[in-house]
């Protein structure tokens, strides 16, 4: 049974930093793609980054966000830097099972298995 648990969400100061991590239990999934995605209130839920074969991110976040994996403790990290009020959101991380493919891809529907979320607020 695949499951993904997040952590680290919290409540920062605009300027600050939050780090969150994915646990992802059930399968290995170091030969899978994995993405961060986030969803404000009253908004659609976007990508924010993702990493396969190599690293992707959306425009909003490119220069303060970086996402990284350690594939022994199977788990995905989102470190998040000069924080923006507008960065609030509910954060969650999802795996894309497709084969043979480290191609991150940023649709959502693309993602097979979600985690629960956790809430990051960024108070100006």
């Known amino acids: 049974q695949v499951q993904l648990v997040e952590s680290g969400g919290g409540v920062v100061q605009a300027g600050g930093s939050l780090r969150l991590s994915c646990a992802a239990s059930g399968r290995t999934f170091n030969i899978y793609p994995m993405g961060w995605f986030r969803q404000a209130p009253g908004r659609e839920r976007e990508f924010v980054a993702g990493?396969?074969?190599?690293?992707y991110y959306a425009d909003s976040v490119k220069g303060r966000f970086t996402i990284s994996r350690d594939n022994a403790k199977n788990t995905v990290y989102l470190q998040m830097n000069r924080l923006k009020p507008e960065d609030t959101a509910v954060y969650y991380c999802?795996?894309?099972?497709?084969?043979?493919?480290?191609?991150?891809?940023?649709?959502?529907?693309?993602?097979?298995?979600w985690g629960q979320g956790t809430q990051v607020t960024v108070s100006s």
């Open positions: 999802a795996v894309d099972m497709r084969p043979f493919t480290t191609v991150v891809r940023t649709a959502p529907e693309a993602y097979e298995y």
């Open positions: 990493i396969g074969g190599s690293t």
